[in-house]
């Protein structure tokens, strides 16, 4: 038996150092040291692609439980035992190891087009027409408070009282709305002031002048702090004063209403925030509003304001707008200038508006980029023919939702087509290896700058955005660079479709707004299935940099939950988006029921 046990130790020792000794593979991952073919080859036999977008997989997991399974993900048994293994199971390790030929894009995009316009984006907004009143409900718009004003039917004061009466009343009712989380009942009715002065002289600043709107919790706004939604003060917040957005909303009168609520640090699709009560959808309080921008579209569905601003860098606009049944767009990468938010995910980030309508968009952006000197032409707004329009379908893609969701879709393509547009079929190849792209550059950037947070704050961090932060930290340069290469790839494919269409439709997500967990009030939630289902048709524009807008089409029948439609265009085409929304807008007005919740703040006398 001594014999034995020596052998035992022998052959132990032989074998651990074989291992200690053996060479460590560079490449690792699905496809280690697979050579991708150039991406014109890819091109050449575009038919061929197969489509191959896997949903994400993760046990479902919330209160003390998931609290647990955070921490021991942590550590390097848990890492090991658990980590790896779900995310080989969400093809997570798709970008390690593979050489891609094209070189890195880290956030140079295609150049704005160089055209001239016959008329002023100013001449447009001016000869838009008033909607026609229907009987149905409406949603107040910035038009809606402009003519409001200018015909002395009410004053900025009016308003600003049933803004704030609304806001204290929804926090406290049982359960609390929570989309606006912090506010100044004096600074915001000093504004309302000065705004129904000038009107009182007939000297208004814009069409924002005395419209209230609402600023996503990772952006400044004086004079609140800057906490992106966590509980303690993290360094990406420090030094972060007003941007250019906040100026321009000062500048042209608009009456900042307070601070939304967001998932922390931007780091979620769902809307889950236990630090501050997590924000409740308006059309069912039992429902989620999405995430991150979850406040900013919460207050624009609950009638609080007609425009709010909000951030995406993975469908963080797009997602809430369409659980909450109102307008989003992702913007152009780099048209709006960013600062003032929370710089966490440079590369994919931007941000930009939530409204009642597509001409809210319009309104916004055309303010937002007085001067700038960046091309936004919003020539054919108010067309309801969209002829010569080439819309854009993957099928294998666009289908991959809920049934009662790519119906409603259906039906809305179908409008596009009677108002003129032309559908064509496309394919898009490596839509897999751009969704995975996508979660290595934008995880990656930020946990990278939370790395430091994460060591000083662990256990003040919601459960879900360690867990997050997790994936973001597990990746390495290799994989970084391959997901820029796979940027690279993904802009040469849309610029190979935009020649055939002039935009492409998805569904806005792929699922209605799940239900809250009454556990993730109080621990939050992992559920990276439902997440999956929620960015699926995201990633492409925040990869690529081109914009996207999301647009209210109807109501779940079973639970009266919104769904809704994205249109995507080439680089600095974000004009056309908002032309082709208002136009669907405009034909199917009306289709959006009364949200559960709802304060009509324009009180006429």
């Not at 718009?141 to 009016?158: L, N």
């Not at 009712?173 to 705004?195: C, F, G, Q, R, Y």
């Not at 109102?326 to 709006?336: A, R």
Request: aromatic share 8%; net charge neutral.
């Amino acid at each position: 038996s001594i014999i034995m046990l020596a052998l035992v130790i022998f052959f132990g020792v032989v074998i651990t150092i074989i291992l200690l000794l053996r060479k460590k593979r560079i490449c690792k991952g699905k496809r280690a040291g697979n050579v991708r073919p150039p991406i014109e080859d890819v091109l050449a036999n575009v038919k061929d692609a197969p489509y191959e977008v896997l949903d994400l997989h993760s046990p479902v997991t919330t209160g003390k439980l998931f609290g647990f399974l955070t921490w021991l993900i942590y550590t390097p048994l848990g890492e090991s035992l658990i980590f790896k293994r779900i995310a080989r199971q969400s093809n997570i390790d798709l970008m390690g190891g593979e050489y891609i030929p094209e070189k890195p894009t880290y956030d140079s995009f295609p150049s704005p087009p160089n055209r001239k316009t016959d008329q002023s984006n100013k001449m447009i907004l001016e000869t838009l027409p008033s909607p026609v009143k229907r009987e149905r409900f409406h949603r107040n718009t910035i038009m809606d408070y402009y003519r409001a004003y200018r015909s002395k039917e009410c004053t900025p004061v009016d308003v600003i009282k049933v803004v704030l009466q609304g806001m204290e009343e929804s926090n406290k009712t049982t359960p609390p709305l929570k989309v606006i989380i912090e506010w100044d009942n004096n600074i915001v009715m000093s504004m309302a002031e000065a705004s129904a002065e000038r009107w009182g002289r007939g000297q208004p600043l814009s069409y924002l002048d005395g419209v209230p709107v609402a600023i996503k919790g990772e952006i400044m706004i004086e004079p609140y702090q800057l906490m992106g939604g966590a509980k303690f003060k993290s360094v990406v917040c420090e030094h972060v004063t007003e941007g250019h957005l906040l100026h321009k909303l000062r500048e042209g009168g608009a009456i900042l209403i307070g601070v939304s609520n967001l998932q922390e640090f931007g780091t979620g699709t769902l809307g889950s925030n236990p630090n501050q009560s997590t924000p409740r959808n308006p059309y069912n309080i039992n429902h989620y509003c999405g995430g991150s921008s979850s406040g900013s579209a919460g207050s624009v569905a609950a009638g609080f304001c007609p425009l709010a601003i909000g951030g995406d860098g993975g469908g963080s606009i797009r997602v809430p707008s369409t659980l909450c049944g109102v307008v989003g767009l992702k913007p152009t990468f780099g048209l709006l200038d960013a600062s003032g938010m929370i710089a966490i995910a440079h590369t994919v980030g931007v941000i930009g508006p939530i409204g009642s309508s597509s001409v809210d968009m319009a309104i916004a952006m055309d303010l937002f980029l007085t001067k700038q000197g960046t091309p936004f032409d919003l020539t054919g707004l108010g067309d309801k023919s969209l002829s010569g329009i080439k819309v854009g379908i993957y099928s294998e893609f666009f289908k991959h939702a809920d049934s009662e969701v790519v119906s409603r879709c259906e039906e809305a393509v179908e409008i596009l087509q009677t108002l003129g547009a032309e559908v064509k079929k496309i394919v898009i190849p490596e839509l897999e290896e751009m969704r995975i792209a996508h979660l290595c550059a934008i995880l990656s950037e930020m946990a990278n700058n939370l790395a430091r947070d994460i060591d000083v704050n662990f256990w003040e961090f919601n459960l879900e955005t360690l867990l997050v932060m997790k994936v973001g930290s597990s990746f390495s340069s290799c994989e970084y660079i391959n997901s820029l290469r796979q940027r690279t790839r993904g802009i040469k494919i849309l610029e190979s479709i935009f020649k055939e269409v002039n935009v492409i439709v998805t569904p806005g997500v792929a699922i209605p707004s799940p239900k809250i967990d009454e556990k993730a009030f109080s621990h939050g939630i992992s559920d990276g299935e439902t997440s999956g289902k929620l960015i699926r048709f995201q990633f492409l524009a925040n990869l690529t940099g081109i914009p996207g807008i999301v647009v209210p089409i109807g109501v779940s029948k079973s639970e009266n939950l919104p769904i809704g439609l994205q249109l995507m265009a080439p680089w600095y085409e974000d004009g056309l988006l908002i032309r082709i929304a208002h136009a669907l807008e405009m034909e199917i007005d009306g289709v959006m029921p009364r949200p559960q919740v709802y304060y009509d703040t324009l009180v006429k006398k």
